[in-house]
């Protein structure tokens, strides 16, 4: 069954230092997305992109942000300079053209 | 924009037992009624879901059942099992296809053996 891969697992970083997270989505979807979960919380919406382009995004999602569909199958989140509080669980999705959103693995990102 | 309630915020029952967890939203014109389960250290899986047009959706252990004029929709497992242990979000989605999930705060089921 096909599903949504993302890597690094685990990443730690310093504070003010730049990380991409990366998800490769199921092959034939459309819709993409990043939500974050700080431990112990609810997740939480960050960013959706289709057709190449984000198409809503929440508070959370500031100028420290940023997405790209760099070759057609992976799709990267960047933080430009993390800070403490980024510190939190983050899961890519996708979904075809139904509402139902496949969920990666996510990616445990720490800051430092 | 679309505010949503999940009760209980944790539930413990015993093996063999029922589960039932409540979601209220607000957004009236939300269509879509969706329950994932969260394992410790996994992203969100999709158990089961519903649309608007039904009240109500069954898949052998788990069912949801849906209130549109009350605005709300609940999550019921069956014959508990320890495996069923984890944490459920409820997450509705509005009327626009692409508007992303917005979920409760979770519940955490222990299912006690």
């Known amino acids: 069954e096909p599903e949504v891969t993302q890597t690094p697992s685990h990443q730690v970083t310093q504070m003010g230092q730049e990380v991409i997270l990366r998800c490769v989505p199921i092959?034939?979807?459309?819709?993409f997305y990043w939500y974050r979960q700080i431990l112990g919380q609810k997740v939480e919406f960050l960013v959706s992109f289709y057709n190449n382009e984000i198409s809503e995004k929440s508070e959370i999602f500031d100028d420290q942000f940023s997405v790209e569909r760099p070759d057609g199958s992976n799709f990267t989140l960047k933080i430009r300079s993390t800070k403490l509080e980024d510190s939190a669980m983050y899961f890519c999705a996708s979904r075809l053209t139904e509402n139902e959103q496949f969920f990666g693995p996510g990616t445990r990102l720490t800051v430092l | 924009g679309e505010n949503v309630e999940q009760h209980p915020s944790t539930l413990s029952v015993q093996e063999g037992d029922s589960a039932v967890i409540k979601c209220t939203y607000s957004?009236?014109?939300?269509?879509?009624f969706p329950w994932y389960k969260q394992e410790l250290g996994k992203g969100p899986q999709l158990i089961i879901d519903?649309?608007?047009?039904?009240g109500e959706k069954k898949d052998q252990r788990i069912a949801v059942t849906l209130n549109k004029t009350a605005k709300h929709f609940s999550l019921h497992i069956t014959e508990t099992q320890p495996e069923d242990s984890a944490v459920y979000f409820c997450a509705p989605l509005g009327s626009s296809g692409n508007t992303p999930l917005v979920f409760g705060k979770g519940t955490r089921l222990s299912v006690i053996a």
């Open positions: 519903i649309r608007s047009n039904v």
């Open positions: 957004d009236s014109a939300s269509n879509y």
């Open positions: 092959s034939n979807h459309l819709y």
